[in-house]
């Protein structure tokens, strides 16, 4: 069974997971059959936001 794995900020579609990956991942949220979890670009975003505001 392959989920979809999808950034749950902008919608882009991540890559694929199967079981054994779905198993091992601790970063996503499963809605449905879609895994919801961030790319790489809203990550940096959300990160350096966290930075930003901790340093208000
Ligand atoms: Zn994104």
Do not use: P, W
């Not at 059959?33 to 505001?53: G, I, P, Q, W």
């Amino acid at each position: 069974m392959y989920m979809l794995k999808v950034c749950q900020c902008c919608d882009a579609i991540i890559g694929e997971l199967d079981e054994h990956a779905l198993a091992n991942a601790n970063d996503v949220e499963i809605r449905g059959n879609v895994a919801y979890s961030l790319c790489n670009s809203c990550m940096k975003d959300l990160a350096r936001e966290h930075t930003h505001n901790y340093f208000q």
